[in-house]
């Protein structure tokens, strides 16, 4: 059985990483279909038999939150999602999910909310069915909007227990002053204290973006891309278009550095984290995918500084960088976990002079082909599975509606030079766009 494994991994790389006169990362036959709704349908044959991953990406998340007062709406109908249609309410729907055997689950990002199943390809059409209906047909009484609006704000109290993820809200929220990624995917406290009471606005926000031309249905696995749209016809092709378009705003320029400090309420190591706006997504001009080289270059664990301050220093426990794919420009990051608070600022200043090198110095050549390789590689071994490709392509499909944006992204990935480098660092690590945070557990006076 390994060596069965071995052989298809291989496969799978030498197809990803092959001639230049077929040097495409994504090595897939897929198919791509616009319904008349709008509604977007890709297929992937991914040579794996029996199994079939539906993965629903619905482009709508906390940047589309565009009103005041009413953040983490996104997130909150993720949970909706779950609560049933006259025809197949919740114990009904969770019974044929469990007689296929399926695994089931959804999640809500910035950009996207996507809902996924996989299971054994004879089931398609039933699951088919199951999820145009409530896509379509979403219905749920105001007592249980007001139930599950009071578990989104557990989930909330829950994850902000979490020192990274309040450092993530308190970056953000002074980051950006403008654009909807000032608030988090689970929105404003405040915002989520007061969801009982918008059950009506809850109906508009669902009338608003789960239309056909917000959706992608993507079919992958063991599927046959004619009889698959056959099926989506049939059970989606009447869901009909609609007509709102959000106004996101744009953010400007930050203007000047900001520097923040605010404490934990409970013990918790301190960390600093180190901010700049940075461009959106890109498949077309590369600075995106610079900065994706540098991360790993400069910031990754096999980068000399992790070497300096993790093993060699020992004054840091963890660090990473922290530059995700958005549709509008977001944050390049560095975060770092100090042991101890006299040790901060020193590991503040190792950071900010990482940066200050990758400006003012060419990077060598040989490291920078050394991450472009691995960059490449670690994609092709990722592609082990009809339930990882299948994720990695929503997260793409929602970037820029198509596979192919998988292998344009990649191509930008193998152009890098050492002068791409330097310039993109020069755009980006500017001072008046930085935003400096430290987060740390200060015992009040007197406290045992």
């Not at 009506?200 to 004619?226: K, Q």
């Not at 190591?269 to 790993?296: K, Q, T």
């Not at 599975?385 to 499909?397: E, K, R």
Request: charged share 25%.
């Amino acid at each position: 059985m390994r060596r069965i494994i071995g052989l298809i991994l291989l496969g799978l790389l030498l197809a990803a990483c092959g001639s230049k006169t077929e040097d495409k990362i994504f090595p897939y036959p897929y198919s791509l279909t616009d319904l008349d709704n709008g509604l977007r349908v890709v297929t992937v044959d991914t040579g794996f038999p029996e199994v079939v991953a539906l993965y629903i990406v619905v482009n709508v998340g906390s940047r589309n939150e565009v009103e005041p007062g009413r953040t983490g709406f996104a997130h909150l109908f993720e949970h909706i999602m779950f609560r049933g249609t006259e025809k197949f309410p919740p114990e009904r729907w969770e019974a044929i999910m469990q007689d296929a055997g399926a695994q089931t689950n959804a999640y809500t990002s910035d950009d996207r909310t996507v809902y996924h199943a996989v299971f054994s390809k004879e089931d398609l059409e039933p699951i088919l069915e199951l999820e145009a209906d409530r896509f379509q047909n979403l219905k749920y009484s105001e007592e249980v909007f007001r139930t599950e609006t009071r578990a989104v704000l557990g989930e909330y109290n829950k994850n902000f227990a979490n020192p990274m993820r309040k450092l993530d809200e308190m970056v953000r929220k002074a980051a950006f002053t403008t654009h909807t990624y000032r608030h988090t995917t689970m929105g404003f406290v405040e915002d989520v204290e007061n969801m009982p009471t918008m059950y009506d606005y809850g109906l508009e926000f669902f009338d608003r973006y789960y239309r056909p031309e917000y959706t992608t249905v993507c079919v992958v696995g063991d599927v046959n891309a004619d009889q698959t749209l056959a099926l989506v016809k049939k059970y989606w092709g009447g869901w009909e278009h609609g007509s709102y378009k959000p106004d996101i705003p744009v953010e400007p320029p930050q203007g000047g550095a900001k520097t923040l400090r605010e404490a934990f309420h409970t013990p918790t190591l301190p960390i600093v984290s180190v901010s700049y706006h940075a461009p959106a997504y890109g498949d077309e001009v590369n600075d995106s995918a610079v900065l994706d080289v540098i991360s790993y270059y400069a910031f990754s664990e096999n980068s000399a500084l992790y070497k300096k301050l993790v093993v060699e220093e020992q004054k840091v426990d963890a660090m990473e960088p922290a530059y995700y794919d958005h549709h509008d420009p977001y944050l390049f990051s560095v975060e770092a976990r100090v042991k101890e608070k006299e040790d901060v600022d020193y590991v503040r200043d190792q950071i900010l002079a990482t940066i200050a090198k990758l400006r003012d110095e060419t990077v060598p050549a040989q490291p920078l082909n050394d991450v472009r390789s691995h960059l490449r590689y670690q994609f092709a071994l990722g592609l082990d599975s009809t339930t990882a490709i299948a994720s990695t392509l929503a997260h793409y499909i929602n970037m820029r509606g198509t596979p192919e944006t998988i292998n344009k992204r990649y191509a930008l990935y193998q152009g890098v030079t050492p002068a791409d480098v330097q310039r993109v660092a020069k755009a980006v690590f500017v001072e008046s766009e930085r935003t400096i945070a430290t987060l740390l557990h200060e015992p009040q006076e007197g406290a045992k």
